[in-house]
């Protein structure tokens, strides 16, 4: 059982007030409608938790429609990944169904409204449509075909659909006014020619419903009780209830909500967007772990029950409004923080020679696996003459307050001993190659000369044992806040395809090249056998994750966050 939000949202208000006033006949019935051309973002996760918060709230149920209105290309991986991504977050779907799988009923539909005056095919071209639209100031006028008889009219839908025609060369439109102020209701298309192959019907129709269209009527004959969708969709709502009134073929009173769309700083949410990076090579694909696809935070290391946790955070506003990233990253923080192993893995190593310490000795040391949760143990870590420590644990000139390895100061190695640095050992070329310290025999962590204090501790793994392992360590994809301030595309939809404009490119000017390093670095050996997904806190290095390209004995590791938090509420 999900979690509802917190406070009482503006859509709960509705719905109650709906029930109240006897306006739902039956159980509440949402749906999550996404298009199969793209994997789920955050923004769309932040939809189907509406739809199914709602519904789960007052006791209905969330059908999963593919909203595939649009012939569009082989999308069975979208489809497939979507179903996933849903199961994944722990929603469960009432019936899965396809919008396609109603392209006769929407057909019958439109040759009612026909029959009725309500709709007639019109024959101006794309350009006279155009210009008799009018605009934001100006209103529209009349078609010559707007007043066809419906006969005619109804004999050349017939023919649209039997095929007779090229793309363009007509459409249907919906007659309601020429002067509204809504442009959009300035008689809108409703059916358009398109010979295209449709993944689901096939060669079967060569005309296509448009969504302002399609969607109240699929609404409808699912029964769906409350329509939700981003705010983007308001300005349509008038077409919807026009439709939806309109339609007396079906017996159903479909109500749509608008909400805020989520956007994030630091990235963008929008599959348009999303699908340039990866088809242009700016990241490896939808599960590159900078994108903010749900596929791609699980391959980062966050958890379901994170995501959940910032939904319910962000809450069910009206207004839009800019997130800030850093709340997504506090969320699985947190999250981690509560459930992820300790360990120690060194990014950048800088080796280190204990002159003390015989050669051939090693020694296990214990350390605990999570410092809230003894229960879970403790873990045994080799320690020997030679380890790593992290090269920026040591500064050769100090500066003040740095409480870390400095010629001649001591510090602790976590779960271990306290060791003094001697002798800065220097490469051909300056470079620190090596530091030779020496190592208090008596403060052994948990032995009787612990209780010695120094300012500093580190983590450290031993080299003989330690495994070589890759990291990748990410920043934003875009280095400005404001990359979320992408052109809002929303009342284009049902417009995409040949008719979309294409991406920007300058919002590909401003990717961040420098949003992933790769490190390679030491662990300590007593991680064990390692499966993708798993997480561990690497000691004062942040929260990583065993990445799916992973190896036995050649580990690679996503940091999903580091340790420093900036979140601010
Ligand atoms: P995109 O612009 O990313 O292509 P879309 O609206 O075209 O998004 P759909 O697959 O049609 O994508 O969307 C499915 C549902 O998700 C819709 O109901 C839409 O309102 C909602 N949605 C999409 N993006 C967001 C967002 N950023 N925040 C909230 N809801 C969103
Ligand atoms: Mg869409």
Redesign the pocket.
Known sequence: MQEAPKSRSFIEEFIEQDLTEGKVKGAIQTR???????Y?????????Y??FSMAERFGGSCNLRF?DTNPTKEDTEYVQAIQDDIRWLGFKWDKMVYGSDYFEKTYEIAEDFIQKGLAYVDELSQAEMREYRGTLTKPGKNSPFRDRPAEESLDLFRRMRAGEFENGRMVLRGKIDMSSPNVLLRDPTLYRILHAHHHNTGDKWCIYPMYDFAHPIQDMIEGITHS??????EIHRPLYDWVRDNCTLLDAHPRQI??????LTHTV??????RALVEKGYVSGWDDPRMPTLTALRRRGYSAASIHDFLRRVGIAKADSVVDIRLLEHCVREDLNASARRAMAVLDPLKITLSNWPEEKTILVSAENHPDHPEWGTRELPFGRTLYIEREDFDENPPPKFFRLAPGREVRLKSAYIIRCDEVVKGENGEIAELICSVDLSSLSGGEGASRKVKGTLHWVEAKSALPFEGRLYDYMFGDEEAAAEPE??AE?GD?GENAAPAKPDFLARFNHGSIKVVKGFLEPALGELSPGQSFQFMRQGYFCVDPSSRPGAPVFNRTVSLKDSYRP
């Open positions: 999550f409608p996404p298009e199969p051309n793209g789920l973002h955050i923004g769309h996760v932040k939809a189907l509406i739809d909203d939700l969708c981003s705010l983007e969709y608008e909400f805020a769309r989520l956007k949410l929008s599959k348009r967007y999303l595309e929303g939809e995409e």
